[in-house]
């Protein structure tokens, strides 16, 4: 993009939740708020300062929103800090774009803060001040 153009939110494709405990967590929706079914994967890898990490994951759709819960289980990640700080809840909130890397450009143009990039498939951005909030911008399906 030549020049800075606003972001226009059109869909709220993904919330993720840092949780302590996913087990728990999915007992608990799922009786509380009828969530589910539940699909799983895992995760892993090492940091750039060659730290082992790997996670948990699951996902379920209340419409055409999908809810991720993401469960640390060895080292350090992305969720670690918010759970520190923070506790468990609402990490990041994610919309599909056409092109991830032009808009997180954008954005940063505008001030946000790039925070983790995986070129052409997601990134996720702080716009900092009110709202503390982190948005991922991901590449559509398909």
């Known amino acids: 993009m030549s020049s800075t153009q606003p972001f226009k939110v059109k869909s709220i494709d993904h919330i993720s939740y840092a949780v302590k405990d996913i087990d728990k967590t999915i007992e608990a929706w799922s009786r509380l708020y009828g969530l589910g079914p539940w699909s799983y994967a895992e995760n892993g890898g090492v940091d750039a300062k060659g730290r082992p990490w790997k996670v948990r994951m699951a996902f379920t759709y209340v419409g055409p929103v999908q809810v991720e819960l993401v469960q640390c289980t060895e080292g350090r990640i992305f969720q670690s800090r918010f759970l520190d700080t923070w506790g468990e809840g609402v990490h990041h909130i994610g919309f599909y774009v056409d092109?991830?890397?032009?808009?997180?450009?954008?954005?940063?143009?505008?001030?946000?803060?790039?925070?983790i990039h995986d070129p052409g498939r997601f990134a996720y951005l702080d716009a900092g001040g009110v709202g503390g909030a982190i948005f991922e911008l991901m590449r559509k399906p398909g």
């Open 99 to 115: 092109d991830v890397d032009a808009e997180a450009q954008n954005l940063v143009a505008q001030g946000a803060r790039l925070l």
